[in-house]
């Protein structure tokens, strides 16, 4: 290109025209390792704050002292070994998948029922979505320790209320299975609101010409949402499910104010498990191992639902 | 085209950024502490800073040793409360990114062998013997025990000025329309008789309130465990023996005959008291430390709607089986400490502040002028002779550093006992043995 095609170019563009690359130099002189270089200060800081802690925590669970507080000794993955084969550990890791599963399941169908209902609420009953957000502003501990007092097996509500139509309600948290269910519930109000809000935001994109066509096909408003809407709330669906099953996992502000993890370990998820190894058992190091697997556990699900998500995703 | 001055200038902000941030992430401090002479003496010039731990404010006195610091100028007390989980694990971090100790740590006396081996505590054996010479009316009201508890191969690695114990808080109207006397309940059979006759009248109530919430702890089923008898090796408990095999089955005939409410296992330490001073309790297993929270209760007075015996060392009355159990508290001097001797002197304070500690909270301590202060029927209007003698025969509740992992076995087994189950106290004893003994 000659000096004079460069000119006229740069007069019809305004804009200079790219130089000939100069060892690594644009034309504007800047060096590529320049936005690296600015940008490290943040990158240290975001890596120091977030990487490190769990780094060091892995690597922490490959030590053990001899004796609690001696110096920590590699025992490489004995602590991994000894979680493993502790039948607690087993136990704990069935009671998550059911304490996960059930909280997915029950506030998904919650989550989608909740959001059509305020999609389809007229202007003047829309502050019920401002509504919608307050049990999520509420923390996990507050509400278990309030849907604990609610049903108290003596004085809570919920049997007081029950009583007063001849129902006698159970000791929810001496039995085991409605103390789990008690937990799910609980779960499912703290993070409903997230999920009718992720859903409601998906509905609201919903190209309506695919819904109009579906209607002038025959079909009803519950087929329309099974075939039709549904499908296109893939992505909200998908993220609701990854969000609530890494709360469910790792999330300790339910179960341990609620329960404790009973009664006799009905509850005891691998969250307690790990609170319990490492705080009143002392063994920091075995519980950094079950920290470890958790971490493993929560990559290993958010691959799995996003591969499983695919499959049901729709192009719009 | 960017000339090089600006390219050069570019890079200059960004190595003056860059060094900002390293210097903002070290950590910068100015060494407060005054200088310590050979002898130990506080220096009146120079200022000196003492860092103390403690788990509870009911621990430290209530003055945050603002009468100390008045009576030794150059020295400032800066105290911290650690939940006892956390100390061990906060002190070797600490230690591991090359930090100070605090000067004065209290913690389980349990944890002070664990503390031992991470290095962190020093004997004070030095700063006892000046104690006697410098306070020796003082010091002569510590009971023996308090620095028995803690001497280790011919060292004193701490005192223990603190040690709570357990006793039954009973409603007194609920009692008295029983026509139950709790003077003359001598034993765990009595106990439970008792509990028979107070369900008898109230058929709604709860005869004996409980916490058994896993992770809440199992202090008051180790003490009826010590109180009958059962036998320990270090924190493991024999549930074969026969002052063990006795509690799972009072637990189990208590559960069996409605004296506990299920639901207890879903209750907490603060549940319990609830039910207590709601009146749906007639009884409770607490801490004398306790009684400050009752008697702060507006409308729940002592003598008329509470008062408080000993749990009986004996399983039927016919003869001591066992003993009153205490759990103590150890204050220890750390090895990094520049001012050991300022640090003993914080612990004479503590010592001379046992009463006013009382006042705000506080359990019973080892100290005998302190045990007959008069002041202390305010906080513990039941503190009587025959507590104090209690109280001075009482031992240690059995533990140690595998206790964290013991009192989960035994919370799955005072749990499953609450809740109900088909076996006989034999069968829970060998289903739950074997996991106490791998420990």
Not at chain 1, 190 to 203: A, E, F, N, Q
Not at chain 2, 145 to 165: F, I, P, Q, R, Y
């Amino acid at each position: 290109m000659t000096a004079t095609t460069e000119r006229v170019n740069k007069k019809a563009s305004g804009r200079q025209p790219p130089s000939r690359d100069r060892g690594g130099m644009t034309n504007l002189g800047q060096s590529t390792l320049t936005p690296y270089l600015f940008s490290s200060p943040a990158i240290i800081a975001v890596t120091a704050i977030l990487a490190f802690p769990v780094l060091y925590g892995i690597w922490q669970s490959l030590y053990r002292p001899e004796v609690l507080g001696a110096p920590a000794q590699f025992v490489g993955l004995q602590n991994y070994i000894d979680t493993f084969t502790d039948p607690d550990f087993g136990n704990a890791l069935y009671r998550t998948m059911v304490f996960a599963g059930g909280s997915i399941i029950v506030s998904t169908v919650l989550g989608l029922f909740f959001a059509f209902a305020l999609y389809r609420a007229s202007h003047r009953l829309r502050v019920l979505r401002s509504i919608t957000i307050a049990p999520y502003l509420i923390s996990s501990v507050a509400a278990a320790v309030m849907f604990r007092i609610l049903f108290n097996g003596q004085f809570g509500l919920v049997n007081v209320a029950l009583g007063s139509i001849g129902i006698e309600g159970p000791v929810w948290f001496a039995d085991r299975t409605w103390a789990m269910a008690v937990v799910i519930f609980t779960q499912v109000w703290t993070d409903l609101p997230l999920t009718v809000l992720l859903l409601l935001g998906g509905l609201m994109t919903v190209d309506r010409s695919y819904l109009d066509a579906a209607l002038v096909d025959g079909a009803t408003g519950f087929r329309r949402a099974i075939h039709v809407t549904i499908p296109l709330l893939t992505p909200q669906l998908l993220i609701t499910i990854i969000w609530m099953s890494y709360s469910t996992v790792t999330g300790l502000g339910i179960v341990l104010p609620l329960t404790g993890g009973g009664p006799q370990g009905a509850t005891n998820t691998l969250a307690m498990e790990m609170y319990i190894t490492a705080f009143q058992e002392l063994n920091f190091h075995e519980g950094l191992a079950i920290a470890t697997f958790v971490i493993v556990l929560n990559a290993l699900l958010t691959l799995l639902y996003i591969r499983v998500g695919r499959r049901f995703e729709v192009e719009a | 085209m960017r000339t090089s001055s600006e390219r050069l200038t570019r890079y200059w902000s960004v190595l003056v950024v860059s060094a900002l941030l390293l210097a903002a992430c070290t950590q910068t401090g100015t060494d407060t502490t005054g200088d310590t002479d050979p002898d130990g003496e506080t220096d009146g010039g120079d200022q000196i800073e003492l860092e103390i731990w403690a788990q509870e404010p009911w621990m430290l006195p209530s003055d945050d040793f603002a009468g100390f610091m008045e009576e030794y100028p150059n020295i400032t007390v800066r105290t911290d409360l650690k939940p006892e989980a956390d100390q061990l694990q906060q002190m070797q971090a600490r230690t591991g990114a090359g930090q100070e100790l605090p000067d004065l740590v209290q913690d389980d006396n349990f944890m002070i062998e664990a503390h031992q081996n991470a290095g962190h505590v020093a004997p004070i054996d030095e700063w006892k013997d000046r104690w006697e010479d410098e306070d020796p009316e003082g010091f002569a009201n510590i009971l023996p025990s308090a620095w028995d508890e803690n001497v280790v191969d011919g060292e004193t690695l701490g005192v223990t000025l603190l040690a709570n114990m357990e006793g039954f808080f009973y409603g007194v109207e609920w009692f008295e329309e029983a026509g139950v006397d709790p003077t003359t309940i001598d034993s765990l059979d009595g106990v439970l008789d008792a509990m028979r006759t107070l369900k008898g009248l109230r058929p709604e109530g709860i005869p004996l309130t409980l916490s058994a919430l896993p992770t809440e702890g199992v202090t008051a089923q180790k003490a009826f465990l010590v109180a009958a008898g059962a036998e320990f090796d270090g924190a493991v408990p024999n549930l074969h023996s026969d002052g063990a095999l006795y509690v799972i089955d009072w637990y189990k005939t208590a559960a069996e005959e409605g004296l506990l409410p299920p639901e207890a296992i879903a209750w907490s330490g603060g549940e319990a008291q609830g039910a207590f001073l709601g009146g749906q309790a007639g009884l409770i297993v607490d801490g004398i430390h306790a009684a400050a929270d009752f008697s702060a209760e507006p409308g729940f007075e002592f003598g008329t709607d509470w008062s408080m015996f000993p749990i009986p060392p004996s399983r039927s009355g016919d003869q001591q089986d066992g003993n009153h159990a205490n759990s103590p508290w150890t204050w220890f001097v750390t090895t990094s400490t520049e001012h050991p001797y300022e640090a003993s002197l914080a612990l004479r304070y503590i010592n001379d502040s046992l009463v006013d500690m009382a006042l705000n909270g506080a359990g019973p301590f080892r100290n005998s002028e302190a045990l007959e202060d008069a002041q202390l029927q305010e906080p513990w209007p039941f503190w009587d002779d025959t507590f104090r003698e209690a109280y001075l025969e009482s031992t240690p509740t059995p533990a140690g550093l595998n206790g964290g992992e013991v009192e989960s076995i035994l919370e799955e087994l005072f749990g499953e006992i609450v809740v109900g189950t088909e076996l006989t106290a034999q069968e829970l004893a060998d289903k739950y043995q074997p996991m106490l003994d791998e420990l």
